[in-house]
Nanobody, 129 residues
Framework: QLQLVESGGGLVQPGGSLRLSCVAG????????VGWFRQTPGKDREGISC????????YSADSMKGRFAISMDRASNTVFLQMNNLKPEDTGHYYC??????????????????????WGEGTLVTVSS
């Protein structure tokens, strides 16, 4: 079973930056896609940004474009999330995800984040002064 292990969370002041890392238990090319999600207090889990392994396409939630960026290092099976200009409302648990089943093809109306089916345990990000 695929393991996804996140790290890099912690306490940061408003306006600060963090880079989260996620090491996958296998080559990233084995999966249809990888991505990052978060769950903030009182809200459902939401997709931040997801990356398709087939064509390198990237989906990012409108509300987080410009501040959050996904990237990967295939050599180390690691997916990153660079987070800049953090705000207190960004506080929450951040999860790495992968799409491991199906064909990886998107149905009409689906985003890359909609096909993720495996999540890590998460890492806590706290934005506070």
């Amino acid at each position: 079973q695929l393991q996804l292990v996140e790290s890099g969370g912690g306490l940061v002041q408003p306006g600060g930056s963090l880079r989260l890392s996620c090491v996958a238990g296998g080559p990233l090319l084995n999966y249809h896609g990888v991505g990052w999600f978060r769950q903030t207090p009182g809200k459902d889990r939401e997709g931040i940004s997801c990356l398709g392994m087939r064509d390198g396409s990237i989906y990012s939630a409108d509300s987080m474009k410009g501040r959050f960026a996904i990237s990967m290092d295939r050599a180390s099976n690691t997916v990153f999330l660079q987070m800049n200009n953090l705000k207190p409302e960004d506080t929450g648990h951040y999860y790495c995800a992968a799409a491991t089943t199906g064909t990886g093809r998107l149905s009409r109306g689906q985003s890359l984040c909609d096909i993720m089916d495996t999540w890590g345990e998460g890492t806590l990000v706290t934005v506070s002064s």
